[in-house]
Nanobody, 119 residues
Framework: QVQLVESGGGKVQAGGSLRLSCAAS????????MGWFRQAPGKGREFVAR????????IYADSVKGRVTISRDNVKNTVYLQMNSLKPEDTAVYSC????????????WGQGTQVTVNS
């Protein structure tokens, strides 16, 4: 059974930082590209960042580029999202997801972790 479990969310003042983690189990982690997505209240799900299976390729949404870094540890089966210079508009539930190989079909999803940025 595949499980993706996010942690690290919380409340922070604007300009602050948070580091999200997503621990994966039940899958060959190194075979999956990992993505972070977010959903703000009343809005649709938004892509945030993606990292390739080996970590060599990273893609970011324009809205977070320069403020967010995605990374992964294929020994610990964990993907991270370091978020700096947070803004109130970053407030959302952040979820990680797994897509096999280089594909874009995100087959597995975590439950999400709440990030709230106060102005």
């Amino acid at each position: 059974q595949v499980q993706l479990v996010e942690s690290g969310g919380g409340k922070v003042q604007a300009g602050g930082s948070l580091r999200l983690s997503c621990a994966a189990s039940g899958l060959t982690f190194s075979s999956y590209a990992m993505g972070w997505f977010r959903q703000a209240p009343g809005k649709g799900r938004e892509f945030v960042a993606r990292i390739s299976t080996g970590g060599g390729t990273k893609i970011y949404a324009d809205s977070v580029k320069g403020r967010v870094t995605i990374s992964r540890d294929n020994v610990k089966n964990t993907v991270y999202l370091q978020m700096n210079s947070l803004k109130p508009e970053d407030t959302a539930v952040y979820s990680c997801s797994a897509a096999y190989g280089s594909g874009s079909n995100y087959a597995y999803w975590g439950q999400g972790t709440q990030v709230t940025v106060n102005s």
